[in-house]
């Protein structure tokens, strides 16, 4: 390492360490929410154009959704996992620990998730009927998740590589290569579709593009000046660091992955009711997805500074940062009157030629909003126990919302109150969820608050 580096790493670890916390947090946040946003509009871009081809066409793009949130849950799990146990040694100074942890977070995603996609993409028509396509869906579905199956080693390793760059404090390079690969995905969109003449596979080429480029600018980003480069030469296999991994990325592994399951099963819930209904979900999905990420972008930049006052064992900052982000969560309030006020409008933005879609949608949007406000206990809870090591307690927050609560109600409550307890799931789970939440962040508060006391007591 050079003195410039060595330099560069001192002025970084004194950023994370002592610099203001609130104003901190929105550094590192600011980045992060702007590329879940790209992200996110690319989503809506993705479905705006679709819906120009009809209901069904809509529809198979949430159908092939689950595969897209096991993918990330795949790559949030190394990435998460690879990202805090760098946290913590970078925090403590263990630089060579923290090169060997990035080689072989990289090198695991890669090799699982190239088994996964030859799996996928052998037994492609079963997988589309599992993930719940009706008969007018299913020659959608199967052009749509070819091309999903084909990007996944890529973007679950593109996920890794921006959680390993946040989680060293630099969050603008993970905003960047992010970004570039949205951007490509929303230009590429009409052109392959429409200019090219491809259709709905265009709109599948576009994405898989679009998750190529971003894995080689990350990796890229990952290469310059102070942050730790991913090389091969660093990679020792250890059972024991995949196990560390593993555990500090299991929480978003189960909260993402029932998430996809709950993806899954709420498709085929909606499949009696028709593919309007099934189109009115998916609309819905991406534009409350799309609120969510405002929130989760504050989230991503507390967990980077969490975890790396957590290994430095400044636990008051910690704890600051907790309640600054549950604060800040009030802004959501103003999204929330927005789709109160405006929903048959935000839905005809995508099916304006499809008044059951609208019809259907603008009463999901309403239900799905109203619960939206409680997002940050959960939200801030999870990334907070996945930064300091408490690992199951963080599986257990973060399972809640998607999960634990989810998928047994929408087992439950479509078949007594049939469409209207469809749209009844998610409020449902959501104040569930909170509930849970608050009862076992409680303990794990005071446990921070004992450390810091304990800790001042020795100085």
Not at 84 to 109: C, D, F, H, N, P
Not at 162 to 179: H, P, T
Request: hydrophobic share 50%.
């Amino acid at each position: 390492m050079t003195m410039s580096q060595e330099s560069e790493r001192s002025a970084k670890y004194r950023e994370m360490v002592e610099s203001p916390v609130e104003p901190l947090i929105l550094r590192m946040a600011i980045p992060s929410i702007i590329s879940l946003l790209i992200t996110s509009v690319y989503n809506l871009a993705d479905t705006y154009f679709v819906g120009r081809l009809g209901t069904s066409a809509t529809g198979a793009v949430g159908i092939v959704y689950p595969l897209m949130t096991l993918n990330l849950a795949l790559g949030l799990m190394f990435g998460k996992g690879t990202g805090t146990l760098m946290g913590r040694q970078l925090g403590s100074r263990e630089i060579r620990k923290a090169e060997q942890t990035a080689a072989q977070g990289l090198v695991s995603v890669l090799c699982l998730l190239s088994v996964l996609m030859a799996l996928g993409l052998t037994f492609i028509r079963p997988l589309v009927e599992l993930l719940g396509a009706t008969d007018s869906m299913r020659g959608f579905t199967v052009i749509y998740a070819r091309y999903i199956l084909i990007s996944m080693p890529f973007k679950a390793a593109a996920t890794s590589l921006s959680c390993i760059l946040r989680f060293q404090g630099f969050a603008k390079r993970s905003m960047y290569g992010l970004a570039s690969g949205a951007v490509l995905n929303i230009l590429l969109d009409p052109l392959l579709m429409f200019g090219l003449g491809m259709g709905f596979a265009g709109a599948g080429a576009a994405t898989m593009i679009g998750e190529i480029v971003t894995f080689f600018v990350l990796l890229w980003q990952c290469t310059r000046g102070d942050c730790i480069s991913i090389r091969l030469n660093r990679f020792r296999f250890s059972w024991k660091t995949l196990k560390e991994i593993f555990g500090g990325g299991f929480s978003s592994l189960l909260k993402n992955g029932l998430s996809s399951v709950a993806s899954v099963l709420l498709n085929r819930a909606a499949r009696p009711y028709g593919d309007a209904v099934i189109a009115a979900f998916i609309i819905v999905n991406r534009l409350v997805h799309m609120c969510q990420q405002i929130y989760f972008g504050l989230g991503e930049g507390y967990q980077t500074v969490c975890s790396y006052n957590y290994g430095a064992k400044q636990y008051h900052r910690v704890r600051q940062g907790f309640w600054y982000c549950i604060k800040v969560g009030g802004a959501l309030l103003v999204m929330i009157a927005v789709a109160f006020l405006f929903p048959e409008e935000l839905i005809g933005l995508f099916r304006k030629d499809d008044p059951e879609v609208i019809y259907y949608g603008s009463r999901i949007l309403r239900a799905s909003m109203a619960t939206l406000s409680l997002l940050p206990v959960c939200a801030t809870g999870f990334v907070m126990l996945q930064g300091i090591g408490r690992n199951r307690d963080a599986a257990i927050v973060g399972s809640g919302r998607q999960g634990l609560f989810l998928l047994p109600l929408i087992l439950i409550l479509p078949r007594l109150f049939r469409v209207n307890g469809l749209i009844a799931v998610q409020p449902c789970s959501d104040v569930l969820s909170t509930l849970l939440g608050a009862w076992i962040l409680r303990p794990n508060l005071r446990r921070l608050k004992a450390l810091e006391e304990n800790h001042q007591g020795i100085k």
